[in-house]
């Protein structure tokens, strides 16, 4: 045709590649059900583990949905939608990120079917529309009202999320760990998780050993034996500078032609450290932590004023203890002032040297330090997501003071109320809805499948229950289906609400493309190593033949 090249309008650049209609959406639901069958396998208290390696080797074993995701390699931009349906069920629930993922991928899949019968995306992301409200609706008069102060209740609720992570095998003592810091840091109804606890790892020893701390704890020592190792009354400094002799921003040389030259420049380097030191003497401080390098001239003046010093503190413990003692961080050490100290009750070091630890205790503001203990620094990295999620969900709770069966039996109770909601409804729209239903049934099918057991044979005898026994869910040790609640085997409504939330609104997003513009890569030239820029720090540039 005169008016076309390669199948596509002459007006387009010919470097975009194109795909429309139904080719389109295809191609975008084939990529969302790609990334859910992924995960699929890790859902649930059974599911498996994921091997990720990374271009240097290091490895990560987990079957958390999010870490999952957040690690692989994805290119495809639909799927780069699914993965941030994992990423904004993380940050606002905590948990149920493999369960995000999969219903998206089911929604999509029966979206093809519909499509293929000849219904149109539009009245299909409708009724998903409606599907998903409908589902709010469901759930939250499902729901339990529970006290925030409840501790059993809180303890079931992070035993869940820990149940199935490589940590479960201290799942009696890990749920009560993560429910005493949520609940010493728990302000008015709500948790600040991200800036009142701290996180430390440290390798040897057992789960078991994993201990809390109120206030900070840090894995750094005093800078001189001369230094308090206790402290009453702490007046804490916090300096993101360095405490040394000022470095020239290039390379330079310095010349020195007698005695006298180098007594004058050695003076002059301690005084201006001396000044440093008297700024944080005059300050009125008797702690400080500073985040860069710290000259021991300097450590010198601080100790023969009984100042406990330490450096090279991290930009996290760094923000932590400025949030736990209300000091303030401060960016050159010369304009410190009293009223950028903060305080707590009690400032101990404990142990010597390399296995020195610093303990900020009865500060003014509610904050907490975990120090996780495990064989290897995998193990380790395990607990630490494993205990992130728990925090998250007993959050959760708190702060909205609801839970839900888990086992598959909110996802009963949501597809049952679709079905009659959608005869209801009528229209090509009731087929969305009933389709939608199917597709939150995936969970409990995954988790049988998961489980070892039929996934068919198990829903059907969960259908069944479910209308003698409410909470009725799957036991995925016995093949049973059990009263899930009277078994301590809970969920925050959050983790449910915004999984259907999430997983319906990626999918209508999905299925309102029906064009696809991409452009092409372009392949950068070869250079050779010598000629490339990133190799020009501290190296003369190679000269180019004719130049000098």
Same mark, same amino acid.
């Given at each position: 045709m005169a008016g076309q090249q390669y199948g596509q309008p002459m007006y387009l650049d010919?470097?975009?590649?194109?795909?429309?209609?139904?080719?389109?959406?295809?191609?975008?639901?084939?990529?969302?059900?790609?990334?859910?069958?992924?995960?699929?396998?890790?859902?649930?208290?059974?599911?498996?583990?994921?091997?990720?390696?990374?271009?240097?080797g290091d490895i990560i074993l987990t079957n958390d949905g999010?870490?999952?995701?957040?690690?692989?390699?994805?290119?495809?931009?639909?799927?780069?939608?699914?993965?941030?349906?994992?990423?904004?069920?993380?940050?606002?629930?905590?948990?149920?990120?493999?369960?995000?993922?999969?219903?998206?991928?089911?929604?999509?899949?029966?979206?093809?079917?519909?499509?293929?019968?000849?219904?149109?995306?539009?009245?299909?992301a409708k009724g998903y529309r409606m599907a998903a409200n409908k589902a709010q609706e469901i759930l939250e008069n499902f729901a339990i009202d529970v006290d925030k102060g409840d501790r059993k209740i809180l303890e079931k609720i992070a035993k869940t999320s820990i149940t199935g992570k490589a940590s479960e095998s201290y799942g009696d003592y890990l749920p009560k760990i993560c429910v005493d810091a949520v609940t010493a840091i728990e302000d008015n109804g709500e948790v600040n998780i991200e800036d009142k606890i701290l996180i430390n790892q440290e390798v040897g020893g057992k789960a078991s050993d994993t201990e809390l701390i109120r206030g900070i704890a840090l894995n750094k020592g005093k800078l001189h034996p001369s230094m308090p190792k206790t402290i009453q009354d702490a007046k804490i400094t916090l300096v993101d500078a360095p405490i040394e002799v000022e470095k020239t921003q290039i390379d330079s040389k310095v010349e020195i032609n007698s005695p006298d030259e180098m007594s004058a420049y050695t003076e002059r380097e301690e005084a201006q450290l001396k000044k440093m030191a008297e700024s944080v003497i005059a300050s009125g401080a008797n702690v400080l932590f500073c985040s860069k390098g710290l000259d021991d001239r300097a450590v010198h003046y601080l100790q023969n004023k009984g100042i406990y010093a330490a450096r090279r503190v991290g930009n996290?413990?760094?923000?932590?203890?400025?949030?736990?003692?209300?000091?303030?961080?401060?960016?050159?050490v010369n304009e410190l002032e009293a009223t950028d100290l903060g305080t707590a009750g009690m400032l101990e070091q404990v142990g010597e040297f390399d296995d020195a630890k610093t303990y900020i205790k009865d500060c003014p503001y509610k904050t907490v330090t975990i120090t996780i203990h495990g064989g290897t620094e995998h193990v380790t990295d395990n607990i630490e997501?494993?205990?992130?999620?728990?925090?998250?969900?007993?959050?959760?709770?708190v702060e909205d003071g609801k839970i839900?069966?888990?086992?598959?039996?909110?996802?009963?109770?949501?597809?049952?109320?679709?079905?009659? !909601?959608?005869?209801? &409804?009528?229209?090509?729209?009731?087929?969305?809805?009933? *389709?939608?239903?199917? #597709?939150? %049934? +995936?969970?409990?099918?995954?988790?049988?499948?998961?489980?070892?057991?039929?996934?068919?044979?198990?829903?059907?005898?969960?259908?069944?229950?479910?209308?003698?026994?409410?909470?009725?869910?799957?036991?995925?040790?016995?093949?049973?289906?059990?009263?899930? !609640?009277?078994?301590? &085997?809970?969920d925050p409504l959050r983790?449910?609400?915004? *999984?259907?939330?999430? #997983?319906? %609104? +990626?999918?209508?997003?999905?299925?309102?493309?029906?064009?696809?513009?991409?452009?092409?890569?372009?392949?950068?030239?070869?250079?050779?190593?010598?000629?490339?820029?990133?190799?020009?720090?501290?190296?003369?540039?190679?000269q180019m033949p004719g130049r000098r």
């Open positions: 010919p470097n975009k590649q194109r795909t429309s209609g139904r080719d389109a959406l295809s191609m975008n639901i084939n990529a969302a059900k790609a990334v859910a069958n992924v995960v699929r396998s890790t859902l649930g208290p059974k599911g498996m583990d994921k091997m990720l390696v990374n271009d240097v999010a870490t999952i995701l957040d690690e692989m390699d994805i290119e495809h931009p639909t799927a780069k939608l699914i993965v941030e349906v994992a990423s904004t069920q993380d940050d606002i629930a905590g948990d149920g990120t493999t369960s995000a993922v999969v219903m998206t991928g089911e929604l999509m899949d029966k979206a093809e079917e519909l499509v293929h019968k000849g219904v149109h995306p539009t009245i299909i996290s413990e760094m923000k932590s203890l400025s949030q736990a003692t209300g000091a303030r961080i401060v960016q050159d997501r494993a205990i992130d999620d728990a925090f998250k969900v007993v959050k959760s709770v839900v069966p888990g086992g598959g039996s909110s996802e009963i109770e949501v597809a049952l109320g679709l079905r009659d !909601y959608a005869v209801s &409804i009528g229209g090509r729209q009731q087929l969305a809805i009933s *389709a939608f239903a199917d #597709a939150v %049934e +995936a969970i409990p099918k995954s988790l049988a499948t998961n489980a070892g057991y039929d996934s068919i044979d198990s829903l059907l005898e969960l259908r069944t229950k479910h209308s003698s026994i409410k909470n009725a869910g799957f036991n995925l040790n016995t093949g049973e289906v059990i009263d899930m !609640y009277e078994n301590n &085997i809970v983790v449910k609400t915004q *999984a259907i939330k999430s #997983a319906s %609104e +990626a999918s209508v997003m999905v299925l309102r493309i029906d064009d696809v513009l991409r452009s092409q890569k372009e392949s950068s030239p070869e250079v050779k190593p010598e000629h490339n820029v990133n190799t020009y720090e501290g190296m003369t540039p190679p």
